[in-house]
DNA sequence: GCGACTATCTATAAGAA
DNA sequence: TTTCTTATAGATAGTCG
């Protein structure tokens, strides 16, 4: 998109690099921020800043907040159950799990944790300056791609489940509520 | 960007809204893609499913999110694994979250916690224009609430495991790892 | 290193199938 | 509806101050 075409390729020259990350990320936060206004939804994006990166492929801290959301909308179904077996056993984790995740779902609305976080540094060395930097770009690529892998995980639970004997015909988990990028 | 200038405020028209949101959420899942190959970064967005919206507010978008990450690094383990039973089904489920919360763990180290979120937002009602109101300090608290509930909920595991004569003490699981945020 | 200024390139809004 | 075209709006690469 400039006066000439650029290969998506890591761009090795230092200062070149740092403006067009500079430029790219501005452009992805804009059309997140528009994205969510024409169609009345939320987005969000990370984008770690460019110091911050080495040879390190992804997200850890996203991969560790997602560990959580993973039981977020699960239960919520029949308390105080006791199981006898394994079976029951699961099944009770499932539901827990799923309680679990809906007190936090409460917590964060009470909270309103609510619109921006505007700038959340998990540095372990809080370099609060360096703010300016980061960007938000492949936030949705990377979740597109959990969420299929949620699901195929799940599915392949779910398939697991019946071949041991397993009946979760009463846990109406339904794989497909987690595709929230795919309408 | 295409044959008329369009307003940025919510599209009322139903199919037209869906058909913007599909567009532009692959745009910038692409654009998010793009940069991170271009600069050598790590980035990721949350963008919240246009049917799943109602009064949610944060979480959605992060808990989705976080559903899929939960996953990640899961397997790749020992594929092709078969199950025997549900006993040899659990533990291998605990060995695999075990791993990758250890891999999340030397990630987040090597990555100093990967650096900032610049700019997040899922407000409920897309008041895009508070962002400056929101406490970045929330999100710490968020993600570590949500850490201790995790491991709460694998202390648990942990317990019902033995109830059940399962074994896990070959599993060396550290909850403080979780705590991501809190150097 | 940060804006500003185009020339271009890309994303995408309308339409058509 | 989803998919394709196509004409444009918008993003941005290269440059200059």
């Known amino acids: 998109m400039g006066r000439r075409k650029v290969e998506i390729a890591y761009i090795t020259n230092n200062s070149n690099r740092r403006l067009t990350f500079r430029r790219r990320k501005?452009?992805?936060?804009?059309?997140?921020k528009e994205l969510s206004i024409l169609c009345g939804i939320e987005a969000c994006a990370i984008i770690s800043d460019e110091n911050h990166h080495e040879a390190e492929v992804w997200p850890s801290p996203t991969?560790?907040?997602?560990?959580?959301?993973?039981?977020?909308?699960?239960?919520?179904?029949?308390?105080?159950?006791r199981m006898l077996d394994l079976e029951?056993?699961?099944?009770?984790?499932?539901?827990?799990?799923?309680?679990?995740?809906?007190?936090?779902?409460?917590?964060?609305?009470k909270k309103e944790m609510a619109g921006y976080i505007e700038k959340y540094m998990c540095t372990k060395e809080f370099n609060f300056g360096d703010a300016h930097l980061t960007n938000p770009n492949d936030f949705t690529?990377?979740?597109?791609?959990?969420?299929?892998?949620?699901?195929?995980?799940?599915?392949?639970?779910?398939?697991?489940a019946q071949e041991d004997s397993i009946d979760f015909d009463d846990i109406d988990f339904d794989p497909n509520e987690f595709y929230l990028a795919t309408p």
Chains 1, 2 share one sequence.
């Open 63 to 81: 991969e560790v907040v997602n560990v959580l959301s993973r039981f977020k909308n699960l239960s919520e179904h029949e308390q105080g159950k």
């Open 141 to 160: 690529d990377f979740i597109n791609e959990q969420l299929k892998e949620v699901k195929q995980k799940l599915d392949s639970m779910d398939f697991q």
């Open 26 to 32: 501005n452009g992805i936060m804009k059309m997140i």
């Open 88 to 109: 029951s056993y699961l099944k009770q984790r499932i539901e827990k799990t799923q309680d679990q995740y809906h007190k936090l779902k409460m917590e964060n609305k």
